[in-house]
């Protein structure tokens, strides 16, 4: 079994937040490996114990099986050793230049290592298919491209003439098929083919022939079908756990999905079998890359280089850390090194703009991308890299033509077919331009929502740019997808996703906030723009090089809703339990969570952190710290410089910082303690020990909670049995109520609990600002519901304050702009308010979100024909006409106006 040559391996790089499923248990390499094993396979086992085995047999099997602990290293074979050599890459044993060892397996061995012309040599004319295959490879190692054709031409040509019988050399065939296809773009049958060989081996020849399960894990990933993948390769290992191409590849999808704890698990286990593992470095690397650690990543791969200095895998990763690290001598020198050992090698643009995508410099990207397409130009791999980073960053005309030629290259790849079709249906959508926006949306119901966005999309330009001080120089684009499924394949090329919207730079991509199938449910989109917008403005102010966990912070700083008590109380939890991320750790919180609460804590401490920074040093500060990020200087480097501490020092800062925002929160349980009591045996106490307890504790959270509570329900009980003493005994106890919650929301101001239950007992009462202070502050940190600000807006139009009733519904319809009900109201506030262009606004989109409704079509009829506007009027009653027969257009065929004035007060349309 061949590994496929570095530079057609198909490593497809992870955009954001894909989460890759690994093996549930690997296998148990050495006493000091403490993870659990993957079990072996009941067939290998009765297989390895059956008696009727020789000895001679059990060695094989053993050998092959990489049942290590079964053979006796004393007595290995040159042929023997030489297999278990290349099986562990144990490259430079004596026994793979040992003159008895078969010239198949030294010829591999120096493949391997980067020797590609000794390969040459000691396979001098190649017959069998084995033989020819590293050839092939070989001739690719060294730049020749038409040698490796015609060598793997003459190897499909036995394929597809005589039976093949034995499995190496099924898989040999397999694999040379699959390197042909990319190298000639053979059309999409010669995959299956593939395929088809390598399934043949272990369903109808041997099932415990594991190296058919990596050729076929190998292809699988080449297609982005990652699952089945890991399926194949979680067998291999069940069949040999030291399968070193297994460990690898598992490796290699866990550091692109950000897994780095299994990444450097599968790499330790292929040190176990070699200190000098090559494949291990591999891992190391791409995990290194993918964390932006340019200088860990060039050290390990210089470490590997001296033992094998002309890999031409580990040279093309070492142009992509200099690349990344916009190092452009050294990245030109690496790639003129490569050429030398490789001319013409398309490998080093290929990494480099794969890693270059990844940290969003896309022109740098894009650039290394078409020259590796333009050196490799019948593969699809670089062609579907470049096609998908034209995706994010927004030219979607150019990733259309892109990704047409990937799919007719590889029809198979799942991301690219992906992307593919949603690149068509983006390309159909309508779009709204604003000054600074472009707005791409479904035909249909999101009409709305597009339409509302591009209303208000200019104030969050206005209120992010000027804060901090930049304005990107492209426009923003922001595509409304129409369910979360379309969403995935937007941002990561498949359907799966946790969010509900993403920038990728100068674009934005959100699922529209309404319920129903496919579809996330509602949230406050004016917020999530704002808080995408600032990723694109500060993005565009550090060219793409601000720290993950900056860039959060500075996006939940911009958002219009306040922190939380639920956030609260998980920082104050987090910080008092000694939870908090370690400075250099928090960025994984977002990336690679790994409890429940890691994503929403890192986002919280982040913010948290940036308004420590703000507080402490200046909003000037921050906008200097983000100008050190644009010119290349690190994470740590910008910190000391903007204010002279380390990590540590400020972590340490910051957390007495944080102490104090804690006590003021409210949050400090060491203040007023009652001994001896919990809340459950504070409910089984009546009111007046409860209230005896308060007079001794007044400030004692727990208590203050448990007595209002109990209050609470004696008010509702009297409510709901209303007599005239019932009456009086509720008007008490509903101001003994009020009184217990004003001192608890003094004691807790970040608790929205008192003013939860304040805004439900005097929701029908006079007390219109002890209302509206409720409403408000429950509005304030409202993320998805509507009914706070709808409250509000009821409130203050009883007040005839029409101004603010406008605003509240508007805030309502930011959290469900679908509903219609709110709609019909925020129209009839528009008119009192006498704004008609705000009331012509929400009249249309009621057509929109309800179009079968023939009253809406008639309402707008009639507002058009009492502002004067005859021809929209007839043509809005004729839409109603066509929903209800019965509906009179005469009204509609004369004027008769109202001045704008004349509406105020009118009743709602």
Known sequence: MQQFPPYIRGITSTIIFLTAVWVQSPTTLSAQDDSPPVPTSPLLTKILNDPINSPKDQRRLALFHGRYDLLDNNELTPTEAAQLAIQQYNLNHPSLTDPQTPANLRAKAALLKGNPNQTLQLIPNPRSIIERHLVSLAYLDLGQPQNAIKNLQSIRKIASTRKLIAPINIIAAAESLVLLARLEGRPAQDWQLALNLLTKIHQEQDPLYWPAFISEAKLLYLKDNRHAAIDALTHTLSLNPNASEAWHLL??????????????????????????????????????????????????????????????????????????????????????????????????????????????????????????????????????????????????????????????????????????????????????????????????????????????????????????????????????????????????????????????????????????????????????????????????????????????????????????????????WALSENKLFDYNNINWGFVRPETDYDRSLAYAQANWMLQYI???????????????????????????????LSTTEFMTNFKQWATKEVTAWGLDQSTSPLPKETAQSLNTLPLDQLRAKLADYPDNPLLLHTLSKKLHQQVKTLRDNPTIQNLENEQQLTIELLAILDHFQKLHPIDTYPARLQAELTLNSTKSNRLIDSLKRLDSTEQAKGNWSYQLAKRFRKQTDYPKALKYIARALHREPYNPSYRQFAAALAIQATDLSAAEHHLTMLTYLEPEQYTHHLRLAAFFKKTGHPDKALQAARKAKNLNPKINLTPFLTLNTLAPSSLNNKAAP
């Open 251 to 572: 490796g290699v999808m866990s550091a692109e999905s950000f897994d780095f704890k299994r990444a450097n698990d599968a790499a330790r286990r292929l040190r176990t079998l070699s200190p000098d593992h090559p494949l291990a470095t591999i891992i190391e690397a791409r995990a290194f890359l993918t964390q932006r650690d340019h200088q860990r990543a060039l050290h390990t791969i210089n470490q590997a280089l001296e033992i094998f200095p002309n890999h031409r895998q580990l040279i093309a990763l070492k142009a992509a850390a200099y690349a990344t690290a916009f190092d452009d001598k050294q990245y030109n020198q690496t790639l003129t090194q490569l050429d030398n050992l490789m001319p013409n090698s398309h490998l080093g643009y290929l990494e480099a703009g794969r890693y270059l995508s990844l940290d969003r410099q896309y022109a740098l990207a894009q650039t290394a991308l078409n020259l590796a397409a333009k050196r490799l130009p019948n593969d699809a791999e670089p062609v579907t890299e470049l096609g998908l980073l034209l995706i994010q960053d927004g030219q979607l005309v150019l990733a259309h033509q892109t990704l047409t030629r990937s799919a007719q290259l590889d029809p198979f790849n799942r991301r690219a077919v992906n992307s593919l079709q949603l690149v068509q249906d983006l390309l159909s959508y309508k779009t709204i331009e604003t000054p600074h926006f472009t707005i791409r949306y479904k035909p249909g119901i999101d009409h709305v929502l597009a339409t509302d966005i591009s209303q208000q999309a200019e104030a969050i330009y206005t209120a992010v740019t000027s804060f901090y001080k930049h304005q990107p120089e492209r426009k923003t684009q922001i595509d409304i997808l129409p369910d979360e499924e379309s969403f995935g394949v937007r941002i990561t090329g498949m359907p799966e996703i946790w969010t509900v919207a993403a920038a990728t730079g100068d674009c934005i991509a959100l699922t529209p906030p309404r319920s129903g199938a496919k579809q996330r449910g509602s949230y406050d989109w004016y917020n999530v723009i704002q808080h995408e917008f600032t990723h694109t403005v500060t993005l565009s102010l550090t060219n793409n090089r601000i720290p993950h966990w900056l860039t959060e912070a500075c996006a939940v700083e911009l958002e219009i809703t306040e922190r939380d008590f639920e956030t609260a109380k998980l920082l104050s």
């Open 614 to 644: 703000i507080e402490t040093y200046s909003h000037d500060a921050l906008l200097n710290l983000l100008a050190l990020y644009r010119t290349g200087t690190s994470d740590s480097d910008g910190l000391h410089q903007i204010t002279g």
